[in-house]
Structure formats: C-alpha cells, structure tokens
C-alpha cells in the first residue's frame, strides 16, 4: 500500500499528469497482488483503494501541498513502475528507489540555474536583442533563479514569479543606468525562464485526455503566474525603471 502511495505521491509532486498517475498507481497495485485497483488523482491530492483477494479494502487520502517540475523523476518512477510491473525488480528494491528519489527532491544546484540563464540569454536574441542584451538576460535570467531557489517552499508559486519579476526588471532597470541597449527585450528574456510552460502543457495533456477538473486548475495556475510576472514587470517599470 505504501509503495503505490509513494510512487502517486512522487509523480504528483513533480507535475506529472493525472492520466499518468492513475496509470502507475493500477499498474502496480496490480503487480502487487491486489485485485481491483482504484485510483482518483488531482493536483493537490490523491486517492486510493486496494481490494485484496481475501475482500479486505485498503483505502489511502495523500495531501499534496508543495509542487515543483522535475521531468527526471517523472521519468524515474514510470521506469520503476513498468520494472516492478514485469517482475523485474522486487517491492524492496523499487521501494529503496522511491525513497532516494524522495530525499533526493528537487533538483536546485548552480548547475541547472546556469542553464537556465543560458535560456534567457537565447529567448532574448530570438526576441531580436543583440549579444550585450542577450548576456546580461542571461546574468539577471540566473540571479532570478537563485533568488527562486530561495524563496522555494516558503512562499506560493504566483508570489514567487512575482517577486522574481520584480527582481528581473529591476536589475535590468539598473545596468541600464550605466549601459546603452534595449531593456525590453533584456527583460522579456530574464522573465522567460520563471514562464509556466511545463504548466501549461500538462494542462492541455489532462484537457486533452478528459481530466477536466486538473485541467482547468493547471489552466488557472498557468494564467496566475504570467499575470504574476507582468504585474512584477509592470510595478518596476511605473516606478521609473
């Protein structure tokens, strides 16, 4: 029972969609010997029963409170579930897994924020920046990212892009003071890499596949956050940024 709730519980956390949940959920509760398998998930919770052969029914409520993207683990788990599934891997050795990538949680290393502002020294040159706008989005893009690092699990996602909006358009704002170039496009490419596109795209994925109620939660997340970052933008900039 504990297996199935940790994987749901994994795949939950990290954005997963809710076709995919209920999916991994029956396929191991049914690898685990259970009969019938009953699985309800949402965005911030999941449900469970387990009929066992001998009529007993195991019923589980997991409360999902703090989410975050992380294709990886998605990725992890859906291999676990389809080994275990075949026989290829015991209840010990899948259950070991899970809980590493538990403790593991979300990736947030120097590395990844890198990354990151490499993408918004990209998204402001495909946005027709220069090279001197593209780098200095790319600068700020990983100060955003360090600062959300921070912020993660003490405050909500839209305050989070809020906050990091502020932060992109008002050290653009700054260098600006002291360097000649476009500092629209500069913040456009700093702001991008806070955009809810994972979001986004799970909430089409569950629209498309008839999961209505994540759906439209995901849906209302994803306009809360870009409305979150444009008003950060807006603020700076009616300030004089």
Request: aromatic share 4%.
């Amino acid at each position: 029972m504990g297996l199935v709730l940790l994987a749901g519980e994994l795949l939950l956390t990290c954005g997963a969609e809710m076709y995919r949940v209920e999916e991994t959920i029956e396929r191991m509760g049914m690898a685990a010997g259970f009969v019938q398998v009953e699985g309800f998930a949402t965005p911030t919770g999941l449900f469970i029963s387990l009929h066992a052969p001998n009529g007993k029914v195991y019923t589980r409520v997991r409360r999902i409170r703090h989410t975050h993207n992380n294709l990886a683990t998605i990725s992890a788990v859906n291999a676990l579930s389809r080994s275990f599934s075949s026989g290829q891997m015991t209840v010990e050795q899948v259950q070991n897994e899970l809980e590493r990538l538990q403790k593991q949680g979300a990736p947030d290393s120097f590395k990844r924020q890198l990354i990151g502002g490499g993408g918004a020294l990209a998204f402001a040159m495909m946005s027709g920046g220069s090279l001197l706008e593209g780098i200095i989005a790319g600068v700020v893009g990983t100060i955003v990212l360090m600062v959300l690092s921070k912020l993660e699990g003490h405050f909500p996602e839209v305050l989070q892009a809020a906050i990091g909006s502020v932060v992109a358009a008002g050290l653009v704002s700054l260098v600006s003071r002291y360097l000649d170039f476009h500092t629209n496009v500069t913040i456009l490419g700093s702001v991008m890499v806070m955009a809810p596109g994972v979001v986004m795209t799970t909430a089409i994925r569950d629209l498309l596949g008839g999961e209505l109620l994540s759906g439209l939660s995901r849906s209302g997340e994803a306009l809360a956050i870009s409305v979150a970052i444009a008003t950060g933008v807006a603020v700076v900039l009616s300030l004089g940024g």
